[in-house]
DNA sequence: GTCCAAACGGACGGTGCCGTCCGTTTAAGA
DNA sequence: TCTTAAACGGACGGCACCGTCCGTTTGGAC
């Protein structure tokens, strides 16, 4: 059995360097909420009173800061879907994975942007964890529609519209500011099947590969420079 | 009566600035959309073909060189807004106002991040014109609710929250997407009277300021760095 | 053709961030 | 206590971008 410290902050690792790594990642989330993502390494490793050089030796890249700094957002992510599957209620599986998932972007404001970051280009690794998530998610959807509660044209990539342009607003906005909240209203309730109106167009061939609800994903460099 | 080249390249100019002048814009355009809004000014002006000097007396901020670039995007916008008060179906011109400007994001890359970046903060210059285009967005919402076309707990502001999440979507995925049409069909069609079922969280005490259906808009710089 | 103000563009100094190198400190086992 | 590998952190070279300066070119008026 491992150490139970040794799994949240880093294993194998002599106590002062334990201690820093986590005093990083705090640092991390409080400079990457402040300050965007993309906020200089130097300013991470100043906040947490550590040198860059330790930083680096435990981060090498970006990348990998984001991922660490926000692995336990991912995980709640997880966890909320496994909780969404375990609803006796379906429509309210369904209700509660998306708010869930949008509160956790408003929650962690750097959050969201690493979400984005993240989003389409995959790893390989923990492969089997991905897909299994990828098989919850249809599956509550599927269960969801079988109910009559979601629409019959709703398709599984349009859980990620909606987390997707959720993030948008977060990171547009302030902190505080109730229009995400209202966009997640709205879009549940066109999600509803009593709202199926008219036609919708042709939804996106895009998997929901990167989607942070299987616990791991990797990073994007989104518009590239020069 | 000023005559007609100048209008768009810009009056009292040498010949041959007046040319430079809209290579630089078509340049601008298009880098900013291949690389992001941030892509580095020098980019711009080699692929304008003209240096960088020549640029920056033009444009002394590249908030003067987005803001012209998407000059033409941000009057399409104003007049999208004209006509759909012109429009005898309340709701059809509601619709047509929404779809007309996420089409407009969709179509120029840059313009979506330009948008954002523009959006809650503006100066005052034309303050008549965006005093105008925000009553007349008050208008056409109000003509659409009182019609029973347009739910009644429907905010001014959901109109940034539709335009501002689209635009996320935008920003976040490749250009031919299918996510951005979705959404906006899924908006839509819980904008809809009949589509409201449960309450919505309240709106945002936010303005409309700094849309560019004003067809004036300033920049603001968002995540700050250091 | 002449002239000059306007326009041009390459070059350059300044700044901020990156990521590594290396001499110093320290945890922890013998 | 002694030893040593692990960890530390400041400093440094490299790089990309910014925005200006200034010597050169050119449009267009007379």
Same mark, same amino acid.
Request: hydrophobic share 45%; charged share 25%.
């Given at each position: 059995m491992v150490e139970e410290s040794s799994r949240i902050a880093g294993p194998g690792l002599r106590a002062d360097a334990r201690r820093n790594r986590g005093r990083i990642l705090v640092a991390a989330r409080a400079v990457f909420a402040e300050h965007g993502i993309d906020a200089p390494i130097a300013t991470v490793a100043r906040r947490a009173g550590v040198g860059v050089a330790t930083l680096y030796r435990r981060f090498p890249t970006r990348d990998a800061l984001v991922r660490a700094a926000f692995a336990q957002q991912m995980e709640t992510c997880a966890r909320a879907l496994t909780e969404a599957l375990a609803d006796p209620d379906p429509w309210r599986g369904f209700q509660r994975l998306v708010e869930t998932a949008c509160e956790l972007q408003r929650e962690e404001q750097g959050f969201s942007a690493a979400f984005v970051a993240a989003f389409p280009?995959?790893? &390989?690794? +923990? %492969?089997?964890?991905?897909? #299994?998530?990828?098989?919850?998610?249809?599956?509550? &959807? #599927?269960r969801a529609q079988a109910a009559g509660a979601l629409r019959a044209d709703f +398709?599984?990539?349009?859980?990620? &519209?909606a987390l997707l342009s959720h993030c948008g607003l977060v990171t547009a906005l302030p902190r505080d500011s109730a229009a995400p909240r209202r966009l997640v209203a709205y879009l549940l309730q066109s999600? #509803? %099947?009593? %709202?199926?109106?008219?036609?919708? @167009? @042709?939804p996106s061939a895009l998997s929901l590969r990167g989607l942070p609800l299987a616990a791991d994903s990797s990073q994007r460099q989104r518009p590239s420079r020069a």
């Amino acid at each position: 059995m491992v150490e139970e410290s040794s799994r949240i902050a880093g294993p194998g690792l002599r106590a002062d360097a334990r201690r820093n790594r986590g005093r990083i990642l705090v640092a991390a989330r409080a400079v990457f909420a402040e300050h965007g993502i993309d906020a200089p390494i130097a300013t991470v490793a100043r906040r947490a009173g550590v040198g860059v050089a330790t930083l680096y030796r435990r981060f090498p890249t970006r990348d990998a800061l984001v991922r660490a700094a926000f692995a336990q957002q991912m995980e709640t992510c997880a966890r909320a879907l496994t909780e969404a599957l375990a609803d006796p209620d379906p429509w309210r599986g369904f209700q509660r994975l998306v708010e869930t998932a949008c509160e956790l972007q408003r929650e962690e404001q750097g959050f969201s942007a690493a979400f984005v970051a993240a989003f389409p280009d995959s790893t &390989v690794e +923990h %492969a089997q964890a991905r897909e #299994r998530a990828e098989r919850d998610l249809m599956t509550l &959807v #599927r269960r969801a529609q079988a109910a009559g509660a979601l629409r019959a044209d709703f +398709h599984p990539s349009d859980l990620a &519209v909606a987390l997707l342009s959720h993030c948008g607003l977060v990171t547009a906005l302030p902190r505080d500011s109730a229009a995400p909240r209202r966009l997640v209203a709205y879009l549940l309730q066109s999600f #509803r %099947a009593e %709202a199926a109106h008219g036609a919708l @167009p @042709p939804p996106s061939a895009l998997s929901l590969r990167g989607l942070p609800l299987a616990a791991d994903s990797s990073q994007r460099q989104r518009p590239s420079r020069a």
